[in-house]
Every structure is written in structure tokens, then in C-alpha cells.
């Protein structure tokens, strides 16, 4: 939606920066269509998309049934008959109906039609725990669809990356799963160019520089280890790099910054085994091996099911333990 | 060969109590003792009042998320005293407190759940409730298969699984409704039609006229109630659940009610729905209908209502101080229930509360006891 007098005068959210991208997006290209739950009348129960019902009408922002496998089953159709669909998971934890058509179906049409048969959608999802919300609402799946040859798996941590991000998923010719971290959502506002622009799929962004030991994350936790740095003792020099895509991820400058630091931690809200610090843990072994001086560590959610909010925080990587993750690294 | 009709059918709609209080004696005969009305006029209440508190409890911080069941009591009442306690199994999804409670499930474990404690979902012994489902439509499918259970086992015993009118456009529902119908399974389909799938009215979730005509499709007897009305939901009910337990398969039954209250207490309904459609709703009040029928009974006065109140809000008071007496649980139910048994690298993680491995192994720490941290960093 245009800008308010806050969003000018104090920055966007994420929720006013992804809000933002679909606006242009629906005006700037006729095929696009947004599609899933409470998304119109409603604006999504984040208010995401908040008013675009309004002024793009309901055959363009559509509030469906409440059935996930249709939602992402139809998407389908659409993207392969020429539209531009923009369907809405109204949260991470209700993929599962919707699993089937995007692993089986969306992330294999390219595939399986030799070319012929392309879906070009982008599926967004609220993603990730710490906001109070009940169950199945707070997990992080992103290693699973990672694990999904035919899907782009993107998650920004910031407004500015989310809005370069979202016009680049609209604009992919693949199927891209657009996670959104709802702790994010509202925690603060930064500038964002009014003006379209894209961040390219599958670049990373670093950080902050350093020479001592790499962080790798993405999402929410990049706030818990800007957290953890500010607790570090001011000589260790850290280099943080929030990946932003999760697949394919940006392996030369995780692989460079290693080289350089010779020490890593990844952090991820995610359960640890078989995670995607597992992967980014194998990439710097098969290329970084010689220049190791520490066992690459994990600071990530345990393996357990995702506990109620009572105990959120204590199964999410908050600041203190990546902390001393880190320097038992730096001082292994 | 000329066009002929293969199939015809039709739904019935059936009310007993009327808006106004007014009891259709002959569908109501052999239905509920007065008795039994006052008690259920009772629950109704209290259930009432503890969803008001609820409410309260999560606009002071007190609670997280919660789903008023607000309007929706004479269904879950009236569904719930058909179905027999102790013997039929309960599949609820979350606006059906009263059923759960009438079955037996405390209700500090319900303002548990949604005070984020999980122990709120463990089902005392005897109890044959399962927890409170997050995921519409997903549920029914469990129904169908307790039910197919007691069949297998030729126990006399009924499924009944609670859901509301945009739970009929998952795939899982219909899977369920083929199901149980092929399996001629045990079990009780109750949809609770409170006309709002958080913002998506009812006409927007489906174009079928009425959700009681879906069964009709999986050649299931299937009918239309009033929902706030308990006798006719009573009657229903009692049927559907008759008809199971003597081997006749699943039923259908659509509830005909109202969302009083925002979607939960994330939501507000101001935004999408308009406040004249409440307003109406607010007349079909199903507990405000109960006491008219009572005092028009001459059973029931503005003393005992007083009474009653009071009595509400003491029971209420005692649930939430009991809820809020349970101490926060430790980190170890994080880790006790993903299975039977741990394994290593799981009791690993629950007694250090750690994912990372430095620190925490012993043939790692060796080696740097052995000097081959001298390149390490000195920051600790
Ligand atoms: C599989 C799944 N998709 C989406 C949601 C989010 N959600 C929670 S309640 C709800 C609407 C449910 O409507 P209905 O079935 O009519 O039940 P009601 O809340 O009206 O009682 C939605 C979309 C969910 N919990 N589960
Ligand atoms: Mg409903």
C-alpha cells in the first residue's frame, strides 16, 4: 500500500517492506495473484497484505477455502497456465496439508516435463517460533523444502532485504518458498528505497567483517547473534553472514569467509540433526579443511518437537548461549 | 434411453426450542428431563464465565491465544451428554470446552494449553478425550479410526469428532467422511457451522447451501439443527450416536450456530464482519434461550440466576487459580515425550541444554588440554 506518514517518516517493517513489494508487484505485472487465507477482506492475520483487496479487487487478492493442498494445488495450475500466483501458507506448521503439491508437484514439474511444464510461484510463509502462538505455529521446516531438489528456499531477516527478495521470487521462473520470520515481523523499521529493486536468489550478505571466526544464520536468530556479538570481548573479530537464501544457498562466501577465519559456528532456530548447519558443516569440510582450526559448531534448536511457548525460549538459540558457543570456539 | 433421475435427496432442518423460549413438545418428548436441562443450563453457564475470564486473562498477559467458545455452548452441551462419558471417545478441535469438561477433562488443562504449558494436553486416565487440535480439518481422520477400532473389536462404543464449517473444505474431511462410510466406522461427524472461518463467511468457503449435504455424497444420514438450540442438538446427537453404537455406521450432523465473540483473541472481527449480523446473533443467545424456557417452565427465577452467577464465578476463580498455581514446567518436558525412550544424543542435549559439542566432549576437551588450543583465540 503507498506509503504512511510513519513508514516516511520512520522506515518500514517487515511486514510495510513485504506489504510494499506485493502492492507493485500486483499493479507493476497483470498475472500475479495472491491467494490463501484471510489474505483479502481480512489484509492476513499478520495484515500483510493489508488493503490490497481493496484496490486490486477479489479476483486478484483471493480469499479461498481453508484447504492448503488446494491452495497450493491450484497455484499450480495457475503458474503453469501463464498467471503469476502469490499463494499465502497462513503458517509454517500448515504446509503439512499442502506438502504433497509443493514437493511432489511444484518443486518437479520443471523436471518430469523436460522444460515444457514451468511453475513460476512464490509461496509466502510466516516461519519460526518466539511470538506466543500455539502449537504448530512456531517451527522452523526450511531444511526440509532445502532438501527439496526444484525448490528456491528464501528467508530474509530484514525489510530491505525482504522486499529486494520477494520482487526477485515473483519474478523467478522457479517455484521459491518465501519464509518470513514473524519475530521480525514488527521489531523495527529501517529504510527502504520506495523505488523497485531486487536482491539476487542465492546471495548472502555479510554482516558484519572479521578475522577471527565465522557466524553463519539466517532469519530471526541473525537478532540473537547481533545479540551475542555485543556480549563478545572487543578483540575477537567476528564475521556474521546471514545467508538470506537457505536454497541454493551462497556457498563461495561461506567458503571464502572460513578460509579467512579458519573457525565456524552455525546458528539455526531449527532442530539440529539433519539441519542446514549440518550442510553448511559438510561445505566447510570439503573445502575449508586445511585452513580449520576449531570443529565447526552448532548452535541450533533441539531435536524435539517444538515446545509450547512456556518453554520457546528456552529451545531457541538466544544470545548467551551462541555467545559461549563462539568462544569456546575462538579458544578451541 | 431417456434422461432419468438417478439420484434425489434432501436435508432436514429441525429446531425444538424456539428463539423466544418456546418448546415444541412433541419433538421434545423423550429428549431431556427437566432435570437434566437445569444441569446442562448449569454448565452451559459456567462455561460461559470461564470463557469470559479467559478473555480477561489473556488481555492482561496472563494468557496467550485463546478461541472463544462464546454462543457455541448448547452444540458442545448438547453433543456432549448424547456421547457417554467414560465409554465414546472425543475428537474435539478447540470451541467445544463444555464437551470436553462433561467428559470428564478438567478445565485448568484447557486454560493450560493455551497458558503455553503441554501438560494442559495430557488426558487423565479413563478420560476419552483427545487434546485440543490446532490443525483444522486434520482430525477427523483420527475419529474414523477409533471408530474403526471399536468395530474391529466389537466394543459398543462411538467416535465423535467436533469441527467447524471451514474444517469441510480440507481434502483430510472428505477423506474421513469416505472413510468412515465405507468402513461403516462408529463415529459421529459434528460440525460445528458458527458461519466464519476466521474471516471467510460461509458463503465464501463453499457454494453449497448447507454443509449437511456433503455427507449425502458419502451416502451418510445427515441432518440440519438448530445449534443453539440443546434439545434439537440433544436429539440429534442422541440418534447419530444410537445408530453407531447398534452397528449402523457414521452420521452427520451440522450445527447451526454463531461465533460471538473475534476468531480468537489474535483476531478482531471488526475488520470483515458487520456488527448488525451480531447483533441478530446476540438474540439467539443459547443460554440467554435456556433461561426463558426455564422461567417460562416456572423452574427458574432472577434469584436463582443470581445464585448461579455467583456460583460461576467461584468455580471459575478456583480453575484459573489452579491453572495459575501449576509451576512453569522445567526444559526437561522439552526433551521426556519425543519418545519412549531417549536417545543418546537427545539426553545429551536436555542435560546440557546445549546443541554445540565443545565443552561438552570429553575427547574434544582433552585435545585441548593438550595443547592444541595454542592457536586458539585467548577470549575466554
Ligand atoms: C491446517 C490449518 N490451516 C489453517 C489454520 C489457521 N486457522 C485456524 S482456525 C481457522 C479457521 C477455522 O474455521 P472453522 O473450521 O470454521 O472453525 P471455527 O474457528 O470457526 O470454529 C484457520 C484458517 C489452521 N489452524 N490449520
Ligand atoms: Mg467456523
Not at chain 1, 506489504?19 to 508487484?25: I, K, S, V
Not at chain 2, 456488527?275 to 422461567?295: N, S, V
Request: glycine share 8%; with cysteine; aromatic share 8%.
Amino acid at each position: 500500500m503507498p506509503r504512511t506518514e510513519a513508514m516516511i517518516e520512520k522506515g518500514l517493517t517487515l511486514v510495510d517492506a513485504i506489504n510494499e513489494a506485493l502492492y507493485q508487484e500486483l499493479e507493476r505485472d497483470s498475472r500475479v495473484v495472491l491467494l490463501g487465507e484471510d489474505v483479502g477482506a481480512n489484509g492476513g492475520v499478520f495484515r500483510v497484505t493489508d488493503g490490497l483487496q481493496k484496490v486490486f479487487g477479489s479476483d486478484r487478492v483471493v480469499d479461498t477455502p481453508l484447504a492448503e493442498s488446494g491452495i497450493m494445488g491450484t497455484a499450480i495450475g495457475l503458474a503453469m497456465a501463464g498467471m503469476r500466483p502469490i499463494p499465502e501458507i497462513q503458517f509454517e506448521g500448515f504446509l503439512g496439508p499442502a506438502y504433497d503439491q509443493l514437493v511432489n508437484h511444484a518443486a518437479r514439474y520443471r523436471t518430469r516435463s523436460r522444460g515444457s511444464v514451468t511453475i513460476p510461484m512464490t509461496v509466502r510463509v510466516p516461519v519460526g517460533g518466539g511470538i506466543h502462538a500455539p502449537e504448530l505455529h512456531s517451527d522452523s521446516p526450511e531444511a526440509i523444502y532445502a532438501h527439496t531438489p526444484g525448490l528456491k528456499v528464501v528467508m530474509p531477516s530484514t525489510p530491505y532485504d525482504a522486499k529486494g527478495l520477494l520482487l526477485s521470487a515473483i519474478r523467478d521462473p522457479d517455484p521459491v518458498i518465501f519464509f518470513e520470520p514473524k519475530r521480525v515481523y514488527r521489531s523495527f523499521r529501517e529504510r527502504v528505497p520506495e523505488e523497485d529493486y531486487t536482491i539476487p536468489i542465492g546471495q548472502a550478505k555479510i554482516l558484519s567483517e572479521g578475522t577471527d571466526l565465522t557466524v553463519v544464520t539466517w532469519g530471526a536468530t541473525t537478532f540473537q547473534c547481533l545479540d551475542a556479538l555485543d556480549k563478545l570481548p572487543e578483540d575477537l573479530s567476528v564475521e556474521l553472514i546471514d545467508l538470506r537464501t537457505i536454497a541454493p544457498y551462497d556457498r563461495d562466501t561461506v567458503i571464502q569467509s572460513v578460509q579467512k577465519t579458519g573457525r565456524c559456528v552455525v546458528v539455526h532456530e531449527a532442530p539440529k540433526t539433519a539441519g542446514m548447519g549440518a550442510e553448511i558443516a559438510t561445505l566447510i569440510q570439503e573445502h575449508c579443511f586445511l585452513y580449520l582450526k576449531a570443529p565447526v559448531q552448532r548452535v541450533t534448536g533441539f531435536d524435539t518437537v517444538m515446545p509450547y511457548y512456556k518453554l520457546e525460549l528456552d529451545y531457541l538459540p538466544d544470545g548467551p548461549r551462541i555467545a559461549e558457543a563462539i568462544q569456546q570456539t575462538a579458544a578451541y | 434411453m431417456p434422461i432419468k433421475t438417478v439420484y434425489k435427496a434432501q436435508v432436514e432442518y429441525m429446531q425444538i426450542l424456539d428463539e423466544n423460549g418456546k418448546l415444541d413438545e412433541k419433538l421434545a418428548k423423550d429428549t431431556l428431563t427437566d432435570e437434566e436441562v437445569l444441569s446442562l443450563y448449569e454448565q452451559m453457564t459456567v462455561c460461559r464465565q470461564l470463557d469470559e475470564v479467559a478473555f480477561r486473562l489473556q488481555r492482561s498477559g496472563r494468557m496467550g491465544t485463546y478461541p472463544q467458545n462464546k454462543g457455541q455452548e448448547a452444540a458442545a452441551a448438547g453433543m456432549g451428554f448424547a456421547a457417554k462419558k467414560g465409554v465414546d471417545w472425543l475428537v474435539p478441535c478447540y470451541r467445544e470446552n463444555l464437551a470436553l469438561n462433561m467428559h470428564g477433562l478438567p478445565y485448568h488443562y484447557v486454560l493450560l494449553h493455551w497458558m503455553g504449558d503441554e501438560r494442559g494436553n495430557k488426558i487423565p486416565e479413563g478420560v476419552y478425550v483427545n487434546p485440543i487440535a490446532i490443525p483444522i480439518g486434520t482430525q477427523m481422520l483420527h475419529a474414523t479410526g477409533i471408530a474403526w477400532a471399536f468395530k474391529l473389536r466389537k466394543e459398543p462404543r462411538v467416535a465423535v469428532t467436533f469441527f467447524g464449517d471451514g474444517a469441510t473444505s480440507e481434502g483430510d474431511f472428505h477423506e474421513a467422511m469416505n472413510f468412515a462410510s465405507v468402513m461403516q466406522a462408529p463415529v459421529v461427524f459434528f460440525c460445528q457451522n458458527n458461519q466464519w472461518a476466521i474471516s471467510v463467511p460461509r458463503e465464501i468457503q463453499m457454494n453449497s447451501e448447507t454443509v449437511a449435504q456433503k455427507a449425502i455424497a458419502y451416502g451418510m444420514p445427515t441432518i440440519q439443527v438448530d445449534g443453539n438450540d440443546l434439545f434439537a442438538v440433544y436429539k440429534a446427537a442422541k440418534e447419530a450416536v444410537e445408530r453407531a453404537r447398534a452397528g449402523g455406521g457414521p452420521s452427520f450432523i451440522e450445527a447451526v450456530t454463531y461465533r460471538l465473540g473475534d476468531h480468537t483473541t489474535a483476531d478482531d472481527a471488526r475488520r470483515y464482519r458487520d456488527p448488525q449480523e451480531l447483533e441478530a446473533w446476540m438474540g439467539r443467545d443459547p443460554i440467554l434461550r435456556l433461561r426463558k424456557y426455564l422461567t417460562g417452565k416456572g423452574v427458574w427465577d432472577d434469584a436463582k440466576q443470581a445464585k448461579l452467577e455467583e456460583r460461576a464465578k467461584t468455580i471459575v476463580q478456583e480453575i484459573v487459580k489452579t491453572a495459575e498455581g501449576i509451576e512453569k514446567p522445567t526444559t526437561d518436558d522439552i526433551f521426556d515425550f519425543t519418545y519412549a525412550t531417549l536417545p543418546a544424543e537427545l539426553e545429551r542435549q536436555k542435560s546440557t541444554m546445549r546443541t554445540s559439542s565443545l565443552g561438552q566432549d570429553p575427547a574434544q576437551a582433552g585435545l585441548r588440554d593438550m595443547g592444541t588450543a595454542t592457536h586458539g583465540h585467548s577470549a575466554t
